[in-house]
């Protein structure tokens, strides 16, 4: 340490250590649909932008993969849902989602088959948009962008 220094040594090496630490690794979007075809699609069109993706076939997989002893929690920044599945459809599991520790996790809604009520049921869940198929790519990559903090 020099007498100019206002920092210790040890200051010093923890502020270098603090300043090249590697970056975190990208959040993940998840994206849930009972059809095989869109999400493949809906994960390739984002994968050709970089933004890595992890695909439920079912609210309720999407469920498990968000509970908190999961790896996968840790890492989904976004879930892209459709409206219509199985058991735990599109609205149901954005309400489990909001009830949960990860109440705050932006949802994108996808959906071929919707109603006005389905659009204001899910606008009162406070989702960030609702797209409906055939969707504009460069939207929903916008929002997907904007929601992970990668928007350049």
């Known amino acids: 340490m020099s007498d100019h220094d206002i920092l210790s ?7 270098r250590d603090i300043m090249f630490e590697p970056e975190l690794p990208p959040q993940r979007v998840l994206i849930v649909d009972d059809d095989k075809d869109a999400r493949e699609l ?33 890492r989904i920044g976004l879930v892209i849902t ?4 199985g058991h735990v459809g ?6 489990r989602v909001r009830e949960s520790e ?15 009520k389905d659009a204001i049921a899910a606008m009162h869940l406070s989702v960030v948009d609702f797209l409906l198929k055939p969707i504009d790519t460069r939207k929903l990559l916008g929002l997907v962008k904007r ?3 990668i928007e350049p």
Request: aromatic share 0%; hydrophobic share 45%; with cysteine.
């Open 42 to 74: 809906l994960a390739e069109i984002l994968g050709l932008d970089e933004i890595d993706c992890v695909t439920a076939a079912s609210g309720e997989e999407a469920l498990r993969m968000l509970m908190p002893d999961t790896d996968n929690k840790r």
């Open 102 to 116: 990860r109440a705050a996790l932006p949802i994108i809604i996808v959906s071929g088959d919707a109603s006005v």
């Open 82 to 85: 459709d409206l219509r599945m």
């Open 147 to 149: 929601e992970l903090g």
């Open 90 to 95: 599109g609205l149901e599991l954005i309400r």
């Open 9 to 15: 040594d040890a200051e010093q090496e923890a502020l």
